[in-house]
């Protein structure tokens, strides 16, 4: 079974109703928005105005479950994406509209969409949650470049938390002005281990472009003073 092509991006099967004979899965709402992409364990900040929406966050709040996040794309859909759990609605409006702070959950693919309610809801198959493992040296070298690209850069980047007993490439993943598509890519790999070899490959090619710029520069100090 494939994830939809190259990192679990692709049109989601639009499909509804049971297949016979088929074990059931665990059914998600869900909402596909456009260039957002959520990672486990990260917070989401939300504005909810469709009704549609408003409708699937009543549902989720009085059942006490979490929400799925896919990202939006021209050609439909990602089928991997990450559930998130509601936190606290920190304003409301008198036309019905809030603010809501979410977070990251669990990864997830889509096997089968439904949309019998106003809102889409997938029948979905549980990613693991980090598979294989990165060492601690693989994650203190992945911070290290991540921390030479910034320099090196002159980018002024959020400071993510690290803890380098637990696996680091979302935090430093979410901080990095990317394409989507890589985060994208991160999100759909089978382990931690080899999200963390991505990231550090990313790192590397983006270094040896920056290392050159850096070379390239003239070195202050050689003019003629007039």
């Known amino acids: 079974r494939g994830r939809g092509g190259s990192g679990g991006v692709g049109p989601a099967r639009a499909v509804s109703g049971d297949l016979v004979g088929r074990p059931a899965l665990p059914r998600l709402s869900f909402s596909p928005w456009p260039g957002v992409l959520l990672f486990p364990l990260l917070p989401l900040p939300l504005h909810i105005f469709e009704e549609r929406y408003r409708e699937m966050f009543r549902d989720c709040m009085s059942a006490g479950r979490e929400f799925g996040v896919v990202r939006a794309q ?63 040296g693989e994650r203190e070298a992945c911070a290290a470049l991540h921390f030479e690209v910034v320099e090196l850069s002159s980018l002024e980047l959020p400071m993510p938390a690290l803890d380098l007993d637990r696996p680091i490439v979302y935090p430093l993943a979410s901080v990095l002005p990317v394409d989507l598509d890589f985060h994208q890519q991160l999100l759909a790999m089978p382990s931690d281990a080899a999200q963390t070899r991505k990231l550090c490959e990313f790192y590397e090619v983006l270094l040896s472009q920056l290392r050159k710029s850096v070379q390239n520069l003239p070195t202050p100090g050689n003019g003629r003073v007039m």
Do not use: H, N
Request: glycine share 12%.
């Open 74 to 136: 021209e050609d439909g859909m990602a089928v991997v994406g990450c559930t998130a759990s509601i936190g606290e609605v920190t304003q409301r409006y008198p036309d019905g509209r809030f603010d809501v702070m979410c977070r990251g959950e669990r990864r997830f693919e889509i096997e089968m969409l439904d949309d019998s309610r106003t809102y889409l809801q997938a029948e979905v198959d549980w990613l693991p949650g980090e598979g294989k493992t990165a060492t601690r």
